[in-house]
């Protein structure tokens, strides 16, 4: 079974620029969650998606940050315009069902630098 | 903020039983405990998690106290590639995995 898988795995944009950042999760997972650690930080949560609905999105950090999952299936995160303070490792996470009892499967994250 | 609370870093020789204590003092009642942990730059590994009673997989095992204010991860034999910053995280009822600092975990030969 395929795990967590995001694309790119690195990406270096100027400041300025737009970058999107995609998470295919394990297939039949209806959650998907991101979450991002900034240099020298701890990881933070983003947001939730239930399917396509944003269960809760009180982590993204700002309005130059958008999400969306459109069918379920996969999610993008677009960042614009980036800024030097976006970079990071940004992940991705996704779990079978809702609550604290399921465990949440993560992938390898994308390191984005901002120039 | 995170609820728990962890060594910075540890140390366990090769073969030997790592043991990584966490408290969460404050945790509620439905509240569960999960074990994550970060090797190099790669995503969080899931480990193990429980409510209230000990559990054990294939990877480690977990043991809480009657209380619930402390837990163990226990790595039965750990090896080196089991270097790794360790997480023990408290899932709040809003779902999302808070992460705190961590223990950084290394295993010598």
């Known amino acids: 079974e395929a795990g967590v898988t995001q694309f790119p795995s690195h990406s270096v944009i100027e400041k300025g620029q737009t970058v999107t950042l995609r998470c295919d999760p394990i297939?039949?997972?209806?959650?998907l969650y991101w979450y991002r650690r900034v240099m020298g930080k701890e990881i933070k949560f983003l947001l939730h998606?239930?399917?396509?609905?944003?269960?809760?999105e009180s982590g993204m950090p700002n309005n130059r940050f958008l999400a969306e999952r459109t069918g379920g299936t996969y999610s993008t995160l677009k960042v614009q315009p980036a800024e030097l303070e976006d970079s990071g490792v940004y992940f991705c996470?996704?779990?079978?069902?809702?609550?604290?009892?399921?465990?949440?499967?993560f992938g390898q994250g994308t390191r984005l630098t901002v120039v | 903020d995170a609820k728990t609370t962890q060594p910075p870093s540890m140390d366990c020789a090769e073969g030997r039983a790592a043991n990584l204590p966490c408290n969460h003092s404050?945790?509620?009642?439905?509240?569960?405990v999960y074990w994550y942990r970060q090797i190099h730059s790669q995503g969080p590994q899931y480990i193990i998690h429980?409510?209230?009673n000990n559990e054990t997989n294939e990877m480690a095992s977990l043991i809480i106290t009657e209380d619930r204010k402390s837990s163990t991860l226990i790595l039965p034999h750990a090896t080196l590639r089991d270097t790794a910053v360790y997480y023990c995280?408290?899932?709040?009822?809003?779902?999302?995995?808070?992460f705190g600092t961590g223990t950084r975990l290394q295993v010598f030969p």
């Open positions: 996470a996704s779990s079978s069902f809702q609550g604290m009892a399921a465990e949440a499967f």
């Open positions: 297939s039949g997972h209806d959650n």
């Open positions: 998606f239930v399917k396509e609905s944003k269960q809760d």
């Open positions: 404050t945790i509620s009642g439905n509240e569960y």
């Open positions: 429980g409510l209230k």
């Open positions: 995280i408290v899932r709040v009822v809003t779902d999302k995995l808070i």
